[in-house]
């Protein structure tokens, strides 16, 4: 220490605070993107899980869809969930047009009785041919997140630009469902299909 | 602003409150319709902001829920039509920020926290956030923020209408109340002109004109009503007036009159007091410093130096001492208030040498609560008439003295009578005896011894046988029975003699008693007096064949003096005597009474004799008057005189002459000291 130039008392201070400022910096950004890269797939799905729950507010069933009934709106997930307990945790508690918001996967045809909203994780896709006898006709909102959805006649479709989850609408699929989509839903979307241009 | 009104004229107080009031509550309606407006329209702008923010909201919603910044940002772009909004801004659920939009041309780095809904003016901008809902569900919260322009505008603009608004009506306001003020200041103007040209011109026939029957109606009439009394009352009083300064005029020179009455009445009064021959001192002990006035008379009889006031213990010094303890008495009483005023006899000492004999009478005149204030002495001298007095006294004494000697004189007179009239008798029986034993038989005894002396040897024989022997013994006989008699006659006479001689005693012992007596008071019988009275006159009674009448109908016994009171009767007893005896008729009777009251005696010697002519009835008792041959007529003078001095009285009644006389003498039972000192008041 005695080699040291002797310095003012300012020096010392602001080259300690601009030192533990820098370290500080670094710590949280070190933190931050490590907790970021760990959970990417996790919030990809937690995003979805709120978008699927979202839809059934920006979608109109046909007047006849529940009748009477007051059960649930019902969410199915085909096939696997990729969500875990995201979905779940994201409709716990929740009302759409005062009906609670259910979920469950759906692997038959037959437990699509009640479903509203279908999910088709990214690989299920094929599915929706299978389905299809089913699926014509009946009022159910139909998302899919595979780029190749849409083809198959889904109505929604996720995907991603960046980290950011968005989706595209075909309105032809949704007319076929007797859906009837919110023009708030229809702006967000990042590519709509015409009814009269998709219809095959 | 009130102390400007009070002396302005009603025309103007009127115009000023009627601008003043329509004024303020134009003001305040002015005031309140600004202020409403500016509260409605705040309210109008929040509703305003609210709705494009329930809008905005709506709109960003679904951009809201699918995170689409961008689409949320293009959805605020659409702000810019309302150039209000100076910067909006959406806040996730969580708070954060999600999207924020500004005006072209605005810089803004900080945004407010998220909050409530709910609207906030601050002095620049209008500030609200509102609730982003989706199906009853808040996803977040947009906040909007509005400049006030529209509000400054609005503001200025009605404030301006205002001010229009008030400046015209205050004008039509003041037009129409320089017109209508006429309504109310006219008839008030008028009646104070009526009621200045009243004063001014003091014509009281003057009358206000009534307009209507409102307040002012009825003070006209009232005023007129007055005016009317005050005009009769104004001709009254000049009426009274003139004749008030009549009377005034009357009784200024009545009392001019009078003062000088007055004045000449002190110069009177002032003048007698200085003329009169007494002292007159006055002291007036209401001032502070006692005032004393006395006038030359004083200096006279005191002989006093006249030229200066005398100091009271100066006055004293010449008093006599035993007169001055007699005066401190009577002047303590008067101190203490017991008595007002008193008067003595008392003697000064002159410092010539001389003494005088002065009456001091002193008077004081008291206020309500006793005090005295003022005192009126006067001095009388005295000393000439004390002189006189005491002349007149020993004249008295003399004459008493006389009249008393004149009464032993009499008494001596009549005793020596009786005197006389017993000597009478002791003289017949002495003659009588003298003459019994000069014609005495006892010399015939003595011849009858000669007789018997010669015939001694034949005593018996003569005796018996011889002639002249025989008539001795019946001689004898006959001789003793002379000498008998004789001897009875002798002693009869001498018995007679003794008792006169017994009764001269009595007479001289009597008048010795009462000689002895005089001056001396004592108690006696009344009926003793009067039977001392008539027995001093008994013999010239008997001699003169009077009847003595006792009526005696009380026995009482009295104190006085004994003497006085018998020299008047045995006077009047005597006078009786005389009368009885004047008119020669056969039965002359004296009638003794005595009566009593519980305070008097009576002693009443009537007579039936020769009686009192009317006209000397009230003459009878003057000195030197009688009607008797040799009477000295001092008798019923000085019995008046005693009976006077004893306390009582002696009168004398009669029918007329030839009808006799009653005297009456009066005495008290208590004894009567007329020469007892009285003290002078």
Known sequence: MPILPKLSWDRPCIAHARIIGTCAAALIWAVASTSGAESTATKEYRVKAAFLYNFTKFVEFPPDHFGASSRPITIGIMGHDPFGAELQKTILGRKVDGRDVAARVVTSPAELADVDVLFFPAGEERRFDELRPQLSGAAILTVGESSSFAAHGGAITFLLEGDKVRFSIDLGASAAARLKLSAQLLKLATSVRAASATRP | ?681
């Not at chain 2, 009534?210 to 009232?222: P, V």
């Open chain 2, 1 to 681: 602003m009130n102390n400007f009104l009070r002396n302005q004229p009603i025309k103007q107080k009127i115009v000023v409150i009627t601008l003043v009031t329509s004024f303020v509550a134009l003001l305040l309606a002015c005031v309140s319709f600004v202020a409403f407006e500016q509260y409605n329209f705040r309210g109008e702008m929040i509703e305003d902001l609210s709705v494009t923010a329930e809008m905005i909201g709506f709109n960003c919603g679904s951009a809201l829920v699918f995170d689409d910044v961008k689409s949320a940002e293009q959805t605020m772009k659409g702000l810019v039509a309302q150039s209000h909004v100076i910067a909006a801004c959406i806040y996730a659920a969580d708070g954060r920020i999600f999207a924020t939009y500004q005006r072209p041309g605005a810089r803004r780095t900080t945004w407010p926290p998220a909050q409530a809904s709910g609207a906030t003016f601050d002095p620049d901008h209008l500030g609200l956030f509102h609730p982003i809902e989706i199906d009853g569900e808040k996803i977040g919260t947009i906040y909007l923020e509005s400049d006030l322009r529209e509000l400054g505008v609005r503001w200025r603009r009605y404030t301006l209408i205002s001010i229009l608004v008030l400046a015209m009506s205050s004008l039509v306001a003041w037009l129409l109340a320089s017109k209508l003020q006429r309504v109310i200041s006219e008839p008030v103007s008028g009646l104070a002109r009526i009621a200045e040209r009243v004063a001014a011109e003091s014509d009281y026939s003057i009358r206000a004109v009534k307009h209507g029957n409102d307040e002012i109606g009825r003070l006209i009439d009232g005023f007129n009503h007055m005016l009317t009394q005050v005009q009769g009352r104004d001709a009254e009083l000049k009426v009274s007036r003139t004749d008030l300064e009549r009377r005034v005029e009357e009784r200024t020179s009545a009392l001019r009159q009078a003062e000088g009455e007055t004045a000449q009445k002190a110069a009177q009064l002032r003048f007698i007091i200085e003329a009169v021959t007494f002292s007159v001192t006055w002291i007036d002990y209401r001032s502070t410093v006692t005032e004393r006035l006395i006038n030359p008379a004083f200096y006279r009889i005191t002989g006093l130096d006249p030229s200066r006031m005398p100091e009271l213990n100066e006055v004293r010094a010449i008093s006599f001492p035993d007169d001055l303890k007699r005066q401190d008495e009577f002047r303590g009483q008067l101190t203490r208030g017991e008595i007002d005023d008193f008067s003595m006899e008392k003697r000064y000492l002159r410092p010539q040498g001389d003494t005088v004999w002065v009456v001091l009478a002193i008077k004081v005149y008291r206020g309500d609560d006793g005090r005295i204030l003022q005192e009126v002495s006067t001095l009388v001298d005295i000393t000439e008439r004390k002189r006189a007095e005491l002349e007149l006294e020993d004249l008295h004494r003399q004459l008493l003295e006389t009249s008393r000697q004149a009464g032993m004189a009499e008494v001596a007179t009549g005793v020596l009578h009786n005197v006389g009239n017993v000597l009478n008798s002791v003289n017949v029986s002495s003659t009588l005896v003298s003459d019994q034993v000069r014609r005495s038989k006892i010399p015939n005894l003595a011849k009858v011894l000669v007789l018997l002396d010669e015939h001694a040897a034949d005593l018996g024989a003569y005796l018996t046988t011889d002639e002249k022997g025989k008539m001795i013994r019946p001689y004898l006989a006959t001789l003793a029975e002379s000498l008998a008699a004789e001897h009875r006659t002798i002693v009869l006479e001498l018995e007679n003699l003794r008792k006169n001689i017994e009764h001269i005693k009595d007479i001289v012992a009597m008048q010795q008693s009462y000689a002895k007596t005089s001056g001396v008071v004592e108690t006696v019988s009344v009926t003793d007096l009067v039977e001392d009275a008539i027995r001093m006159n008994a013999g010239s009674l008997a001699r003169h064949d009077v009847d003595l009448n006792r009526e005696y109908e009380a026995r009482p016994v009295i104190t006085l003096e004994k003497n006085k009171v018998l020299q008047i009767i045995v006077n009047l007893v005597r006078n009786a005597k005389y009368a009885c005896d004047e008119s020669g008729r056969s039965d002359k009777v004296l009638t003794t009474r005595i009566t009593a009251t519980d305070e008097n005696v009576s002693i009443t010697i009537s007579d039936n004799g020769v009686g009192i002519p009317k006209e000397n009835l009230n003459r009878i008792f003057a000195h030197g008057f009688t009607t008797r041959k040799g009477g000295h007529g001092f008798g019923l003078h000085s019995g008046a005189l005693a009976a006077k001095e004893l306390g009582g009285s002696l009168t004398a009644q009669s029918a007329g002459p030839g009808l006799g006389a009653t005297f009456v003498l009066t005495l008290p039972f208590k004894p009567h000291s007329p020469h007892e000192p009285t003290l002078p008041r």
